[in-house]
């Protein structure tokens, strides 16, 4: 069974670090995923393309409930997700890599939990450490080996979008200690988290958010500088799944079974 899933966003549709790929479409509870299995030196992973193909779904109406469930249901235990962003300051510039640490939300109309009361119950989780450790210096240790510029560490401002910020919003992320702006990396942390799989991040920063960038700010940006990105970026989670193979020696999976529920 594959135990690392990856996520794909922004201008990472093509799981090109896999060989003898197929294709399948995993139903779930919460509606259908298609997924991509395959294997990267000898491991089996799952890819999912978080937009889509031709990055047909928008980041508000992503089925974010139905991908995370269907890795676990593949079996998955580790979860790496790439993600554009925008940098909140001038010293995280376009094309440099970001491991987030923390996020805050300020997202609107997602479904946010598996568990909305009836069968499935509630649960509250602890998210006082929102991307695993571990993946994170597995990441990390990766990119050093390979000589990629990787900040370990920064707090992603999750936005509903599908629009851009207003200058004015920029100002306060940053006054709330913000350090990156995107679209997606919530509610699929806090789902992974619900069913106690790790989640790691990698933001690839795509342009200075609003108010700080000279120039109006377009998709077309984004997709340009991930262009130049996607070759290190696959380069950069094929080498960190040599990291990734001992025991998950962190909260991930404990903390769902402390909210009050055992894992599905
Ligand atoms: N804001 C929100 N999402 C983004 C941005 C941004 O500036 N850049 C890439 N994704």
Wanted: proline content about 5%; hydrophobic content about 35%.
């Amino acid at each position: 069974m594959p135990r690392i899933g990856l996520i794909g966003g922004t201008g990472i549709y093509n799981p090109r670090l896999m060989e003898q790929t197929r294709e399948m479409v995993e139903s779930t509870p919460y509606g259908e995923a298609r997924v991509v299995i395959g294997k990267s030196d000898g491991e089996e992973l799952v890819f999912i393309t978080r937009h889509g193909a031709k990055h047909s779904v928008p980041p508000h109406l992503v089925n974010y409930r139905a991908n995370i469930m269907a890795l676990k249901q593949l079996g998955v235990e580790i979860i790496i997700a790439t993600a554009a962003v925008g940098s909140l300051h001038l010293d995280r510039k376009p094309g440099e890599y970001v491991l987030a640490d923390q996020f805050l939300d300020f997202t609107k109309t997602r479904k946010t939990s598996f568990f909305e009361g009836n069968e499935q119950g509630v649960l509250h989780c602890d998210m006082t450490v929102p991307y695993c450790p571990l993946v994170r210096t597995a990441i990390e240790t990766a990119g050093q080996e390979i000589g990629l510029k990787i900040h370990n560490g920064g707090t992603y401002v999750c936005t509903e979008g599908p629009r851009f910020e207003t200058a004015a919003e920029i100002e306060m992320f940053k006054m709330l200690g913000g350090n990156l702006v995107g679209m997606t990396s919530v509610p699929e942390v806090c789902l992974a988290r619900e069913l106690g799989m790790c989640y790691g991040n990698i933001s690839i920063v795509t342009n200075h958010a609003a108010g700080i960038s000279p120039n109006i700010l377009t998709h077309a940006e984004v997709v340009e500088v991930m262009k130049n990105s996607t070759h290190d970026v696959r380069y950069l989670i094929k080498e960190s799944l040599k990291y990734l193979g001992g025991p998950r020696d962190c909260d991930c999976s404990r903390i769902s079974k402390q909210g009050g529920l055992s894992e599905s």
